[in-house]
């Protein structure tokens, strides 16, 4: 075995459970929810009601993008389930990605390859290449999932998957050039983001407005040009598949020009005093400073923006027009405007949730790296160094939070006509379901770091409840006792007693184990 595929090896033992998930996930969500929309448009009315919407109001375009077609029932599966399947699978590839490049130096892995002569390119190319290949398994999985829906033939499941894959391709080849650009793996984390958002921003702004010229600037127009059939996305994926490759060959260029654990851009001098801290935790929250500021911003602006995005659905749904797929299922049952205050807090924590759990779940990669060695090599013990971070997570979760709430609360009223205190109870509300999600993380922590990857099973139940529980007619005691369906009742204050109980046991649990076992 050659040295890259031994280092392909590597990669994949190290991330076996989050590549596997990568995959299967977005397959066996599709095959669940493919077959729903066959029985919510099972007459030609509710068929024509639904895509009428979907072309004329402005909030569900600037969430799912343009419908394209004639607006069957395999379109809009594929319209308003792609959407969605592809923003997380960009947010997901892009941390796998930054994981596995700029992750891999910190963990000493890259340097020991390096050692034995594995090229600059090589190390850049090897983890592309896994990258790549979990990028088609997601496009099959998830195509072979649409062909459970009726109606839905070889050619549009193939269309599909392929839309995914190549939209999954460029954003893990984007995340590996920003990876050698930027100085440390926090910073190219948050770069990743940013671009993330940005494309996301170009995409809704060519769907909704006549500036179409900035299709061509965001990878995510591939999920909106699908058509069933699959003769219409040829251009895309062409363009698509040469944007992998500009990708790629920059990345390897740029890490032909950068030193291991450096970035080719050098960003800002540090400071030349020394960081006072007088304890661990006050350590914590000085370093989680940096990483947390752009979170407050991007929330707040997640807070006001969807809450003046839902203006024309709740409306819509107000005059009974808005019925079935994602959007309709969350908005029933309650006043609109109030439901999607819900709405926009299930998606807030879940984005919360996924910040903290990593945060926690990084305390795994510092014990294998040696920093936590380190630093409890200063006097102090493990048990501090977790729960200071638990503790720092779960505030920087509370100010997120609360945050999103400000935004969606100046709004609330004039947009969606509800109040501000709805805001407070549906968004601020959600946060016993973060505390509970970090306990599951901090436990795992506690018990072993090898375990840790499972604490995102949580966060995706947790979600697939919530979001997507209503339209797969799950039982309403699921629904009704799911983590993110308790904000404002009784069963907040036993998630955050679930939570602090087992942040307690994860807490107790690392005293009595070795480092790194």
């Known amino acids: 075995m050659t040295a890259p595929l031994r280092y392909a090896a590597v990669l994949l033992r190290e991330a076996r459970w989050p590549l596997a998930l990568f995959v299967l996930v977005p397959g066996l969500y599709t095959a669940a929810v493919g077959p729903s929309y066959a029985q919510t448009y099972a007459t030609p009315q509710a068929l024509a009601r639904a895509t009428a919407l979907a072309r004329d109001n402005l909030a569900l375009t600037l969430l799912y993008g343009r419908l394209e077609g004639s607006g069957t029932i395999p379109q809009i599966a594929e319209w308003e389930t792609g959407a969605l399947t592809t923003l997380v699978l960009a947010v997901v590839v892009m941390l796998l990605t930054t994981r596995l490049t700029r992750g891999a130096e910190d963990r000493g892995t890259a340097e020991l390859v390096r050692s034995c002569g594995l090229s600059p390119w090589a190390t850049v190319a090897v983890p592309a290449g896994v990258l790549l290949a979990a990028s088609g398994g997601v496009g099959v999985a998830a195509g072979l999932g649409l062909r459970g829906l009726e109606g839905v033939s070889m050619g549009d499941a193939a269309a599909y998957g392929m839309s995914l894959a190549v939209t999954t391709a460029i954003c893990a080849c984007a995340a590996v050039l920003v990876a050698q650009v930027m100085p440390t793996a926090a910073q190219a984390r948050g770069a990743s983001m940013s671009l993330l958002a940005l494309w996301f921003l170009l995409r809704a702004v060519s769907d909704a407005t006549p500036a179409t010229g900035l299709r061509w600037l965001s990878p995510f127009t591939l999920g909106t040009a699908v058509r069933c059939g699959g003769n219409a996305v040829g251009g895309e994926v062409l363009v698509g598949f040469g944007t992998v490759g500009v990708f790629l060959l920059a990345a390897g260029a740029a890490a032909t020009h950068r030193d291991l654990t450096a970035g080719l851009w050098r960003g800002p001098r540090p400071r030349s005093r020394h960081l006072r801290v007088r304890s ?70 879940l984005l919360v949730a996924a910040y903290v759990v990593a945060a926690i779940c990084r305390c795994g990669g510092e014990e294998s790296s040696g920093i936590l060695e380190q630093v409890i090599s200063t006097g102090n013990v493990v048990r501090q160094a977790l729960f200071s971070r638990a503790a720092t997570a779960l505030v920087s979760a509370l ?36 505390v509970a999600l970090a306990g599951v993380a901090v436990l795992l922590v506690g018990l072993a770091p090898r375990l840790v990857a499972l604490a995102w099973v949580g966060v995706a139940a947790a979600g697939a409840i919530a979001l997507v529980g209503p339209v797969l007619h799950l039982p309403s005691w699921v629904l009704e006792h799911g983590p993110l369906a308790q904000a404002s009742r009784a069963g907040s204050a036993v998630l955050a007693g679930v939570g602090v109980l087992l942040i307690a046991s994860g807490v107790y649990a690392v005293r009595h184990r070795d480092l790194s076992t």
């Open 280 to 349: 661990i935790l006050g350590l914590e929250v000085r370093l989680a400073l940096p990483a947390l500021v752009p979170w407050v911003s991007g929330m707040g602006v997640l807070g006001a923006a969807f809450t003046a995005m839902g203006h024309g659905a709740v409306e819509t749904a107000r005059s009974g027009g808005l019925q079935g797929g994602v959007l309709g299922s969350q908005l029933a049952g309650l006043d609109p405007g109030r439901a999607f205050l819900r709405y926009l807090g299930i998606v807030a924590a």
């Open 399 to 434: 100010v997120l939070l609360a945050v999103t709430t400000a935004g969606a609360a100046a709004l609330a009223q004039s947009a969606l006509g509800g109040t501000p205190s709805d805001a407070l109870k549906e968004i601020l509300g959600q946060w016993p379901a973060v």
